[in-house]
């Protein structure tokens, strides 16, 4: 049973440390890029309804690249850093969750006079990439 579990973690630890080289980064940015030019321009010509969740998915897939990929020196401060952003980006993402909705029915309620309350997967996801890569271009930025 103990050989058994130690593979596990050593499998979890090779799934933790996968991440993707540095040029990636660039190729994830060309993507949210992309899919973000292309969500406005669906917005203007009344395209299929199908096109909409594909940019979605793309632009989530793009920061997902970015977020793995790795910065030209990774020591030990970069990978320290990635931890805690990932740590901060998934504690704001429960809150941003939890809170969101009734934000959101506060202001529908407001604006329109009628109450709805949602959350999507796209918002929560995005909402956690950016906050990742935010968090971490910030820690980077102050440990120079």
Known sequence: MKEFCE????????????????????IGWIIVIAAFLLMVANKFVDGPEWVKPIMHNL????FLIVSISKEKVEDELMVSLRGLSYRLAFIMGVLYTLIQPYVEYGVNYLVNGKAEMSTSYFQVILFILLIQIMFFNMLKRAMK
Request: aromatic share 12%.
């Open 59 to 62: 632009m989530i897939l793009g």
């Open 7 to 26: 593979s596990e973690v050593a499998k979890l630890r090779r799934w933790g440390n996968f991440q993707l080289s540095n040029r990636y980064k660039k």
